[in-house]
């Protein structure tokens, strides 16, 4: 029987094999937060909202069917605060390290795994790659919790129920996972800007995209006094996710100036549009009732979503990198050019491609959920929308209808933020093929366009 599995997964691509080892982590999770010692006294959890759970952590989306502070106990904290590990990390890096440790060679498939899962275009280097990562998110996290474990002290009665809010806040907004143990996000902190602030830079080095993280190290620790040239794709995602960040801070701040920030001062003002244009990058906590909000700023929050985190992050979406090459192209196609020069450099003509595919496919993804849930569920059309799209993005904001969805509309989210955690291009590949070019071509003609 387990000959016949291993003989099974050898037969998969890569792309197959990775999405089998999140499915494997799905069941794992399943089965781990289903524990009777990881809930609360008199609380069962049915296996529907189990799955939805698992889920959202593998998928670090934060989406939840039931209470996290009211259902799970301290052991199901740190169970739950394990999967969203996994799923932000990422399953390869976490494997890999576990083949280090045993002292396996990484070979060639393994290799091609690790690449599939963190979204690289090269083999080399990629096991250097993954301990860089592992390193550098187990200090910030590390880092994190200690900061604000420390500073919880002066919230909760008890140093080991403070320094539990810091180390599961502290995991949650590294890994994007928003979820919480405190039954209200980040809204009891709503006007403590130390804690916004660390959990703001939590969640962007979480989001920006570990290469980034890499090169900036590198750059901190860079002894031989020459200079050091950042990649374009380090230069090209900083300068999208801060351009987002900005955008989304001063169009919240415009469109709510008076509605929500009516009769707030600018620094409350300020922090409120802050937190929540961040935080759709992939963060889903939230400083305030993202209800309250009126529509244009919820429609804007949920083209933030859709774009989502990084590539090579913990985040979802058709990340910022497809996001920018798509206005990169259509501005130079705009202005007769062919080809894209960026930072002294020009772009591939197949990233280009396939940025246009993965938008194009995820907006079909999402249009189609939207059709479904408009049918099974009994939510206005914007409350739907902004639940597939932070579903997408894996950001796990809502409007509050979450709890209350079908089990059709459970499984449709679900679809969503599994689809948005492996990324659009591994969602492809699960039905493709390597195929050899054909060796004959047909006349060409022309098609009329606009």
């Known amino acids: 029987m387990w000959s016949k599995f291993i003989y099974f997964l050898h037969k998969l691509t890569p792309a197959q094999l990775i999405v089998t080892f999140y499915f494997i982590a799905v069941t794992v999770s399943v089965i781990l937060l289903s524990l009777p010692v990881a809930h609360r006294e008199g609380v069962e959890l049915s296996f529907i909202n189990a799955l939805f759970t698992a889920v959202s952590a593998v998928s670090v989306t934060g989406l939840t069917v039931v209470s996290t502070a009211d259902t799970f106990s301290v052991t199901g904290i740190f169970l739950l605060a394990f999967v969203l590990q996994f799923g932000g990390i990422g399953v390869m890096t976490l494997g890999t390290f576990i083949w280090l440790v045993m002292g396996r060679k990484i070979g060639l498939r393994e290799r091609k795994l690790i690449m599939v899962d963190q979204n690289q275009t090269s083999l080399s280097g990629l096991v250097n790659l993954l301990r860089h990562i592992l390193v550098i998110i187990i200090v910030i996290e590390l880092s994190g919790a200690f900061i604000l474990g420390t500073y919880f002290l002066n919230y909760y009665p008890t140093w080991q129920e403070a320094y539990l809010h810091g180390f599961f806040a502290s995991v949650s907004a590294t890994t994007n996972g928003g979820f919480d143990i405190t039954g209200q996000s980040l809204i009891p902190y709503a006007n403590d800007?130390?804690?916004?602030?660390?959990?703001?830079?939590?969640?962007?080095?979480?989001?920006?995209?570990?290469?980034?993280?890499?090169?900036?190290?590198?750059?901190?620790?860079?002894?031989?006094?020459?200079?050091?040239?950042?990649?374009?794709?380090?230069?090209?995602?900083?300068?999208?996710?801060?351009?987002?960040?900005?955008?989304?801070?001063?169009?919240?701040?415009?469109?709510?100036?008076?509605?929500?920030?009516?009769?707030?001062?600018?620094?409350?003002?300020?922090?409120?549009?802050?937190?929540?244009?961040?935080?759709?990058?992939?963060?889903?906590?939230?400083?305030?009732?993202?209800?309250?909000?009126?529509?244009?700023?919820?429609?804007?929050?949920?083209?933030?979503?859709?774009?989502?985190?990084?590539?090579?992050?913990?985040?979802?979406?058709?990340?910022?990198?497809?996001?920018?090459?798509?206005?990169?192209?259509?501005?130079?196609?705009?202005?007769?050019?062919?080809?894209?020069?960026?930072?002294?450099?020009?772009?591939?003509?197949?990233?280009?491609?396939?940025?246009?595919?993965?938008?194009?496919?995820?907006?079909?993804?999402?249009?189609?959920?939207?059709?479904?849930?408009?049918?099974?569920?009994?939510?206005?059309?914007?409350?739907?929308?902004?639940?597939?799209?932070?579903?997408?993005?894996?950001?796990?904001?809502?409007?509050?209808?979450?709890?209350?969805?079908?089990?059709?509309?459970?499984?449709?989210?679900?679809?969503?933020?599994?689809?948005?955690?492996?990324?659009?291009?591994?969602?492809?590949?699960?039905?493709?093929?390597?195929?050899?070019?054909?060796?004959?071509?047909?006349?060409?003609?022309?098609?009329?366009?606009?």
């Open 193 to 450: 800007y130390f804690v916004q602030f660390v959990t703001i830079l939590l969640i962007t080095l979480g989001a920006i995209g570990f290469p980034v993280l890499i090169e900036v190290k590198d750059f901190l620790l860079n002894k031989k006094n020459q200079r050091y040239r950042f990649s374009l794709f380090t230069k090209l995602t900083t300068l999208t996710f801060m351009l987002l960040i900005i955008f989304g801070t001063l169009i919240i701040g415009i469109l709510e100036f008076n509605h929500f920030f009516q009769g707030k001062s600018f620094i409350e003002s300020f922090f409120y549009a802050l937190f929540q244009s961040v935080t759709t990058r992939s963060g889903g906590l939230a400083t305030m009732n993202i209800s309250d909000f009126t529509n244009p700023t919820l429609l804007v929050i949920c083209g933030l979503m859709f774009i989502g985190a990084s590539p090579s992050s913990v985040g979802g979406g058709i990340r910022t990198t497809t996001f920018a090459l798509n206005i990169l192209f259509l501005f130079h196609f705009a202005r007769g050019k062919k080809n894209i020069k960026i930072f002294k450099r020009e772009l591939l003509e197949e990233d280009v491609i396939k940025s246009l595919v993965v938008t194009m496919m995820a907006m079909l993804l999402c249009f189609t959920s939207l059709i479904i849930l408009s049918i099974t569920e009994p939510f206005s059309l914007i409350e739907i929308l902004f639940e597939v799209c932070s579903a997408f993005g894996t950001t796990g904001l809502s409007m509050g209808i979450t709890p209350y969805l079908s089990d059709i509309g459970k499984f449709v989210i679900m679809f969503l933020m599994f689809v948005g955690r492996i990324g659009i291009l591994s969602f492809l590949f699960l039905i493709s093929k390597k195929a050899a070019d054909p060796n004959y071509h047909y006349p060409k003609e022309r098609v009329i366009i606009g």
